[in-house]
């Protein structure tokens, strides 16, 4: 899959298309309460979408139920995701490669059998979750 397109917008931009908690965590890095998110224990069929620039980032399939109360992928789309190390070193930033929303944190070596063993730690609020298209598992 090809590196996503660049996304720029101002701040300006960015408040008017987002809502203010959306605003908040993709712009500003924030994190939405523990269990409160609408997809930690949501488990459909499809594509979850960047909410900020609409980018596909993780696939359904690469969901599942950490127990941490925020949704879990052990992998990203190809190219989806960039990672950068917290100013503390403490953690690992993932944001959208296009343009640049907050995601949340990527831990690995927790232990979980999963075939990656990482924890993409995303908040709901950052992520749109997209139905499978019937028509195209026919």
Same mark, same amino acid.
């Given at each position: 899959m090809a590196a996503p397109v660049s996304i720029q917008k101002s701040e300006e931009e960015w408040r008017?298309?987002? &809502? +203010?908690?959306?605003?908040?965590?993709?712009? #500003?890095?924030?994190?939405?309460?523990? %269990?409160t998110g609408e997809y930690d224990k949501f488990f459909a069929?499809?594509?979850y979408n960047c909410a900020g620039c609409g980018t596909p980032l993780y696939k359904s399939a690469t969901k599942y139920n950490?127990?941490?109360?925020?949704?879990a992928f052990?992998?990203?789309l190809p190219g989806a995701i960039?990672? &950068? +190390?917290?100013?503390?070193?403490?953690?690992? #930033?993932?944001?959208?490669?296009?343009? %640049?929303?907050h995601l949340?944190?990527?831990f690995k070596g927790e232990g979980f059998t999963t075939p990656t063993?990482?924890?993409?730690?995303?908040?709901?609020?950052s992520i749109k979750f997209g139905p499978a298209d019937a028509s195209a598992s026919s």
């Amino acid at each position: 899959m090809a590196a996503p397109v660049s996304i720029q917008k101002s701040e300006e931009e960015w408040r008017a298309i987002l &809502s +203010p908690e959306q605003f908040r965590i993709l712009r #500003e890095k924030g994190t939405e309460l523990r %269990g409160t998110g609408e997809y930690d224990k949501f488990f459909a069929d499809g594509i979850y979408n960047c909410a900020g620039c609409g980018t596909p980032l993780y696939k359904s399939a690469t969901k599942y139920n950490s127990g941490c109360g925020w949704p879990a992928f052990y992998e990203g789309l190809p190219g989806a995701i960039n990672r &950068s +190390p917290d100013p503390d070193g403490r953690r690992t #930033e993932i944001t959208c490669a296009a343009c %640049g929303g907050h995601l949340g944190h990527v831990f690995k070596g927790e232990g979980f059998t999963t075939p990656t063993d990482e924890r993409h730690c995303v908040n709901s609020v950052s992520i749109k979750f997209g139905p499978a298209d019937a028509s195209a598992s026919s």
